[in-house]
């Protein structure tokens, strides 16, 4: 998502000397859903402009992502992005039955959630709705995924008995 160009510099300078001393990038945390008929995924398959739009937006992606790239490198892509988007899109308006839609936000159905942290989601029509299209896409293709217990077991190993029941206790009291 654009910001105002003078929060970057600041946004930039925040996340240069975390991302250095942990020795990693940062990570982004967002919640996407994607909702597209069998219409729409035809005729976004089919448009000539989609590599162009997988281009460009990796482009973005690379200007506002990474703690070394300025500001005033990702400012041309957020138009181009949408004259692409809105191009594609206008491949189904006589398309019967094509819909697109793309919730973004923190869809979080807990009690802390839903009452503490002022959860909130966007919901994107139309040619908007493709921009979070390709960060699922990207997802999809840059995530290991587990497929056994074992492995997740490793990777996030269970707490002990006694953090759980403490656990339980905390979060029957709030």
Known sequence: MPFLPTSWPIVVALARPSAQALGNRPK????VQFLGTQSLWKAIAEAPEWPEFMSTYLAYRDATYAADKSADEA????????????????????????????????????????????????????????????????????????????????????????????????KDAV
């Open 28 to 31: 982004l945390h967002q919640k």
């Open 75 to 170: 400012v041309p892509y957020p138009a181009q992005l949408q004259s692409i988007a809105q191009r594609i899109h206008a491949r189904t308006r006589d398309i019967e039955g094509a819909a697109s839609f793309a919730l973004v936000g923190s869809q979080n159905q807990d009690y802390r959630g839903m009452f503490m942290d002022g959860e909130v989601d966007l919901l994107f029509s139309g040619p908007a709705s493709l921009v979070p299209l390709v960060d699922l896409i990207f997802l999809e293709g840059t995530t290991t995924w587990v497929t056994d217990q074992a492995t997740l077991d490793r990777l996030v190993p269970p707490p002990a008995e006694y953090w759980r029941r403490w656990a339980r206790i905390l």
